[in-house]
């Protein structure tokens, strides 16, 4: 049992440090507004993904219609 909450703390301490480190990058001291921000760049990142995407399938579309002038 004792091992076993050993483990349990060593992995708690792995995270309260990982959190102290994303907090003072950040300056961002609550959880929730960290999540937020997280998972507003991951839509952003997301977005810019499909106008990547758009943006080559217009340029595929507009070579073709200059090689058919």
């Known amino acids: 049992m004792r091992t076993k909450m050993d483990k349990e703390m060593k992995k708690s301490a792995v995270v309260d440090e ?27 990142y997301s977005q810019l993904l499909q106008n990547v995407a758009d943006s080559d399938s217009r340029i595929d579309r507009l070579k073709k219609e200059n090689e058919m002038l």
């Open 18 to 44: 990982a959190f102290k480190t994303i907090k003072t990058s950040t300056g961002v001291t609550d959880v929730g507004e960290m999540v937020g921000k997280f998972m507003a760049r991951e839509a952003y």
